[in-house]
């Protein structure tokens, strides 16, 4: 009998440390992915600005790196948020903003023309241009063109007002410690990744700049729907503008045709509401995926200016560009506009934590006790 007791206590001390090691024992990470909430829901998520679901939604496979997740829904605020991924699933809440009745406008210029323009992370175009759709506040300016260092500015909207800025870009020296890419793709649209990082859009016109890099080889990748990846070796040099033009090749037609294509949306001013057979899509500039082939009706709003509206003919596995050049309006009427919202990551449940350390302080006094 004792030697049975002694069998039993000896498999329930193995049991105990095997469940304690299990508790403790890194799970192997599963591929990279991204859950992204809003409140209120049903709204459009995109991730690295072309991957497309309306929340609550589940990203799955986007690959390790830097990703950015932005949020968008008619009356509020676009919501822009940026973060590493490197295996398992990405959390993301994002608390929408009712946007003011009449926000306000940025007319901006920069010395040399032609300079990418970003506000809070996101995209708008090239420099000189009028953006609409801007909440009062401070936002993030950031102005950049290959072969000068960056311009970054806070600078401070009012409702229904314009801001005037200038940006004034300083060249390299000459003998620089940076290097510059800058990329266009046929068809353009595509999602840019530097290393693995997403960088931004490829635009429908001019270049996309990449600027301070270090000098060395990254690796480039081009993604878009229903093209083949595009991959190249970029070598940086240092005082050196290397000009990429990336041609996507189409994804070989399998034996059923495929039903959906892009859009590649853009509008003057930037910054203008986006309605698809009056379902709201974002702000311009936008790439849009999974639209069905056929004629729609893209809806340009701004507000302060007519609302443009024009037919798009949509073809299956292919993308077609949308433009809509918006007039002042003579008497403007204030429309809802845009967000800003929090992330959050899933914790780790302390109770796990706790359990863990409980089964295993309990298997080390049973053991203690078996050796006196």
Wanted: aromatic content about 12%.
């Amino acid at each position: 009998m004792a030697r049975i007791f002694r069998n039993n206590r000896f498999l329930v001390q193995t049991g105990l440390l095997i469940a304690c090691f299990a508790l403790f024992t890194p799970v192997t990470a599963s591929p990279a992915g991204m859950q992204v909430y809003s409140t209120p829901s049903g709204a459009s998520a995109c991730i690295d600005g072309w991957w497309w679901q309306t929340t609550p939604a589940t990203f799955d496979n986007i690959g390790d790196g830097y990703h950015t997740i932005q949020v968008y829904m008619d009356g509020y605020r676009p919501y822009s948020y940026s973060t590493y991924v490197s295996g398992g699933t990405e959390v993301v809440n994002a608390n929408l903003v009712q946007n003011a009745p009449s926000p306000g406008y940025l007319d901006i210029r920069s010395q040399p023309d032609s300079a990418d323009v970003y506000i809070d992370g996101s995209y708008y175009g090239n420099a000189p241009m009028v953006i609409g759709n801007l909440w009062a506040g401070s936002h993030k300016l950031v102005v950049r063109k290959a072969g000068y260092y960056d311009v970054t500015e806070n600078i401070p909207i009012t409702d229904g007002q314009t801001y005037y800025y200038n940006a004034f870009l300083s060249p390299y020296p000459q003998q620089p410690q940076y290097g510059s890419l800058q990329i266009d793709s046929t068809p353009a649209g595509a999602a840019i990744y530097l290393n693995g990082n997403y960088k931004g859009n490829t635009p429908s016109d001019g270049v996309f700049y990449i600027t301070q890099l270090s000098p060395g080889t990254y690796s480039l990748r081009l993604v878009m729907q229903d093209y083949q990846p595009y991959t190249e070796s970029a070598v940086v040099q240092a005082g050196i503008i290397n000009d990429i033009h990336a041609r996507l090749n189409p994804v070989v037609p399998g034996p059923t045709p495929d039903t959906t294509g892009q859009m590649l949306v853009s509008s003057s001013p930037s910054g203008a509401n986006v309605f698809i057979d009056n379902a709201y899509k974002g702000i311009t500039p936008v790439t849009l995926t999974n639209i069905p082939a056929g004629v729609h009706t893209v809806t340009f709003r701004l507000n302060g200016y007519q609302d443009v509206s024009r037919p798009v003919n949509v073809v299956g596995g292919s993308t077609v560009e949308a433009y809509g050049s918006l007039t002042a309006a003579s008497n403007p009427q204030p429309n809802p506009t845009l967000p800003v919202p929090q992330s959050t990551k899933s914790p780790v449940s302390p109770v796990t934590v706790l359990a863990a350390l409980g089964i295993c302080g309990f298997a080390a006094v049973l053991i203690r006790k078996e050796n006196k």
